[in-house]
């Protein structure tokens, strides 16, 4: 386990003075009919197997379990302190050259961190959290798509207090990714090695009536670029089986300061149109990446429409269809069994300095959520197949996964 630094050292001193001060009143009430409040534990313990086969390059293959452990003291005076472990051990397919998947840490070795340890305080509905956390916004979240989510060190602000909105403000100065055990600056995290930057982002969600909301987002990543994004999303039902939901996002970014990623100016356009029927969707989905520079997205999951299982399809100039069906299978009484599948086809430039070879996707997901006495044991088989155009030196590739996830929480 990597050990913190002083700063560190001092907030979680003052962590456990609260929890020690706390537990006098932890009591829900002088009534001995109530029951004794002691927090939250959350446990969630996950395995997962990852193979990806290359044409050319050496394949990955992992095995792994972990999950984390979390827990939260009840709420004191309006405060609350939170701390997770997170750890990824490895069992069999670990060779060391067969590494780099995302699940285990370098050389395939496992590794253990103390991803969150917050102090929350509120007021009303606005809340304010303190230190290492989960986030969840379109360029800067927790991405849980591997044994661990990332996590970040940040100085949050949310609240709910105004009716129809939701407002958010975080100042976040590290991150730590799926398989570190230490945290990093956000400026390192994307690839701006020696440099200490942090990024303070703002962002406002209005929700006018149900199934409505527009959200708008700015990220300032000092000397390092800016980011305004914005999303739509409505859903119109036209009887009780069949319903339409309308999305657009549009966003851009820009270098400011220094600079330390060098000078770009792109941005992305996308619009999505899902068909409900009963336990069948269908998503037809459009994204445009502008020609001057790659999407720059170190922090989170992409969020564009187009995001796909392995390509984000986000490189300069690429324009990207996809389509997908999904089925949950309900509707013919399995309770707990659905699945999906997403296609994608991308084109991109095929001369200059952004030529990049055109790309196609396939994947396939089965969930299965197992019901009543093992409530929160859920099993995804996932596989994806990758063909890019070898004219311009892609390479095809193949993704199979298997995770098994049984969250706890007590």
Same mark, same amino acid.
């Given at each position: 386990?990597?050990?913190?630094?002083?700063?560190?050292?001092?907030?979680?001193?003052?962590?456990?003075?609260?929890?020690?001060?706390?537990?006098?009143? @932890?009591?829900?009430?002088?009534?001995?009919?109530?029951?004794?409040?002691?927090?939250?534990?959350?446990?969630?313990?996950?395995?997962?197997?990852?193979?990806?086969?290359?044409?050319?390059?050496?394949? #990955?293959?992992?095995?792994?379990?972990?999950? /984390?452990?979390?827990? #939260?003291?009840?709420? /004191?005076?309006?405060?609350?302190?939170?701390?997770?472990?997170?750890?990824? #051990?490895?069992?069999?397919?670990? =060779?060391? =050259?067969?590494?780099?998947?995302?699940?285990?840490?370098?050389?395939?070795?496992?590794?253990?961190?103390?991803?969150? $340890?917050?102090?929350?305080?509120?007021?009303?509905?606005?809340?304010?959290?303190?230190?290492?956390?989960?986030?969840?916004?379109?360029?800067?979240?927790?991405?849980?798509?591997?044994?661990?989510?990332?996590?970040?060190?940040?100085?949050?602000?949310? !609240?709910?207090?105004?009716?129809?909105?939701?407002?958010? &403000?975080?100042?976040?100065?590290?991150?730590?990714?799926?398989?570190?055990?230490?945290?990093?600056?956000?400026?390192? &995290? $994307?690839g701006c090695a020696g440099t200490?930057?942090? @990024?303070?982002?703002?962002?406002v969600v209005f929700e006018p009536?149900?199934?409505?909301?527009?959200?708008?987002?700015?990220?300032?990543?000092?000397?390092?670029?800016?980011?305004?994004? &914005?999303?739509?999303?409505?859903?119109?039902?036209?009887?009780?089986?069949?319903?339409?939901?309308? !999305?657009? #996002?549009?966003?851009n970014q820009q270098d400011v300061?220094?600079?330390?990623?060098?000078?770009?100016?792109?941005?992305?356009?996308?619009?999505?149109?899902?068909?409900?029927?009963?336990?069948?969707?269908?998503?037809?989905?459009?994204?445009?990446?502008?020609?001057?520079? =790659?999407?720059?997205?170190? /922090? $989170?999951?992409?969020?564009?429409?187009?995001? @796909?299982?392995?390509?984000?399809?986000?490189?300069?100039?690429?324009?990207?269809?996809?389509?997908?069906?999904?089925?949950?299978?309900?509707?013919?009484?399995?309770?707990?069994?659905?699945?999906?599948?997403?296609?994608?086809? !991308?084109?991109?430039?095929?001369?200059?300095?952004? $030529?990049?070879?055109?790309?196609?996707?396939?994947?396939?997901?089965?969930?299965?959520?197992?019901?009543?006495?093992?409530?929160?044991?859920?099993?995804?088989?996932?596989?994806?197949?990758?063909?890019?155009?070898?004219?311009?030196?892609?390479?095809?590739?193949?993704?199979?996964?298997?995770?098994?996830?049984?969250?706890?929480?007590?």
């Amino acid at each position: 386990m990597e050990f913190p630094n002083t700063h560190f050292n001092s907030l979680l001193i003052a962590m456990i003075l609260l929890i020690t001060l706390a537990a006098p009143g @932890v009591h829900a009430s002088d009534d001995p009919g109530k029951k004794l409040d002691i927090g939250k534990f959350d446990l969630n313990i996950r395995s997962y197997y990852i193979k990806r086969s290359y044409g050319t390059a050496s394949p #990955q293959e992992s095995l792994a379990v972990g999950g /984390w452990l979390g827990y #939260q003291t009840p709420w /004191w005076h309006n405060l609350m302190v939170g701390v997770t472990v997170f750890t990824s #051990q490895g069992l069999i397919f670990t =060779d060391q =050259d067969k590494g780099g998947a995302g699940i285990l840490g370098p050389q395939q070795n496992g590794y253990t961190a103390l991803g969150d $340890a917050y102090l929350k305080g509120k007021v009303s509905k606005t809340e304010l959290t303190v230190f290492r956390q989960e986030l969840d916004t379109p360029f800067i979240n927790a991405h849980d798509v591997r044994m661990t989510p990332n996590t970040f060190e940040a100085y949050t602000i949310t !609240s709910k207090d105004l009716p129809l909105f939701t407002l958010l &403000a975080s100042h976040i100065t590290k991150i730590k990714p799926w398989t570190d055990t230490s945290f990093e600056s956000m400026s390192a &995290a $994307a690839g701006c090695a020696g440099t200490n930057e942090p @990024v303070t982002m703002a962002g406002v969600v209005f929700e006018p009536a149900k199934n409505y909301k527009l959200q708008l987002w700015e990220y300032y990543g000092y000397n390092l670029m800016n980011i305004i994004y &914005a999303r739509g999303d409505g859903e119109w039902k036209y009887n009780n089986d069949l319903a339409f939901v309308t !999305s657009v #996002q549009i966003f851009n970014q820009q270098d400011v300061g220094n600079a330390l990623a060098g000078s770009f100016n792109t941005s992305m356009v996308g619009v999505q149109e899902i068909i409900k029927w009963k336990g069948l969707g269908l998503t037809f989905a459009y994204t445009a990446t502008s020609n001057d520079h =790659d999407i720059i997205n170190p /922090w $989170a999951g992409y969020p564009g429409f187009t995001s @796909v299982i392995v390509k984000d399809n986000n490189r300069a100039g690429e324009n990207t269809w996809l389509a997908g069906l999904s089925y949950d299978f309900s509707s013919l009484g399995i309770n707990g069994l659905s699945a999906f599948s997403n296609f994608t086809d !991308s084109s991109t430039p095929k001369t200059g300095l952004r $030529a990049s070879p055109s790309q196609n996707e396939l994947d396939f997901t089965v969930d299965y959520r197992f019901q009543k006495l093992l409530d929160g044991l859920w099993i995804r088989l996932r596989t994806a197949f990758i063909t890019q155009d070898k004219s311009m030196g892609g390479q095809d590739m193949q993704d199979y996964r298997v995770i098994v996830n049984y969250r706890i929480p007590f």
